[in-house]
């Protein structure tokens, strides 16, 4: 599976006292399947969580001392140590906090990488300046979470906001000066200084494994262009299945907004995979229903499997996928001049069951770029 560059940001805003506030936020690493790249994760997928601050006020600058992560409200699933942990941000010292109270210091050089209670790393990164003019966030820390071997919703709470104790309870402080052990105000959850704090991860064990074409890659053909979904389970009974509607295909539209969904103009069958299992989605345009743009088939509410999306643009005469309609594009449908027994030749650019010489025309009539893809269509 491969990284798709997108990020789910989670805030914990410190209100505004004395002269400013801050904000932190909390940015997990996407999940690795590209195909659920909006939250879902797998069964013991690793997630990397990077933790930023920066102010929420113009105000003084500002350096920050400390910081201070509870995770005693945690699902306890994802392994987090109850215990509270500080971590200082700028170059000399990191202090954890066990459970019982005893303080444990690193003193005097500063430690790339300090390891916690029950192997939970936290990185710190430098000196931290909240600048008074800027909103720019700046990286803190970070550190991983596993996800659980069961599938479902787990609840990721760094600051336990209703614990009093001093030295329990997410908590940052904050100086004026480069003086180590000096800081002015001390922001708490407990006192509604220090707001948010939670993340949902969703676990999810049945995904969308491979597409053909791939997602982000182009249909070819001027009609009846068809997809095939393969997943890492069995979807049912091989045929047909009653799912437009279940699963929509969609126009991708400026903005983010989606056009109406086409899918009742589509086919959908069940298939086998090479190994025999059924496992694979085939779907159909069974007309001309889309033209030269960006769509995405994606399921909004088909049992059998998890959320999914995949995109695509529509350019004929792009084989290899790759947003233009090339020189070499002509020719491999020269090359592929013929019958078309599978039914879902790329190459058959009218998708009449043969590759023909209009079928060369057509790809040699629209060499160029293809649609550029709308915004506000990537997680972020």
Known sequence: MFARGLAVYLTLAIASVAQAGAVFE??????????????????GEVVTVELFARQSTVGDDQYLRLVQLDFSDSDSALGLPASTTWAATDRHFALLQDEGGTAKRFSNTFRGKVTLPEDLGLDITRQLLLSGSSFTSVKVGEFDVTMPGAVGDYVLDVVNSDESHPDKGGQVRFGYSLIMTE???VWRADTGDLTGG??????IDQAL??????????????????????????????????????????????????????????????????GGDPRVLVVKDTGA???????????????????????YRVLPGDIDGNGFVLPNDVSAVNAAIGPCPTGDCPEDIDGNGFVLPNDVSATNGNIGPGPPKPDGHDCD
Not at 198 to 203: C, G, I
């Open 26 to 43: 909390l940015l997990p690493s996407p999940p690795q399947d590209p195909y659920n790249p909006c939250g879902y994760y797998a069964p």
């Open 183 to 185: 800081y002015i105000t």
């Open 198 to 203: 939670t993340f949902t991860f969703h676990v």
């Open 209 to 274: 494994i491979a597409s053909s074409p791939g997602d982000q890659k182009s249909l070819s053909r001027v009609q009846k262009n068809i997809a095939k979904l393969t997943f890492d389970a069995d979807l049912g009974a091989v045929g047909p299945v009653a799912i437009a509607g279940q699963v929509e295909v969609v126009q991708l539209l400026a903005g983010g907004a989606l056009g109406g969904d086409l899918s009742a103009s589509f086919s959908f069958d069940i298939a086998n995979d090479g």
């Open 289 to 311: 229903n889309m033209s030269e743009a960006w769509y995405a088939i994606r399921n909004v509410g088909w049992g059998a499997v998890p959320a999914f999306e995949v995109q």
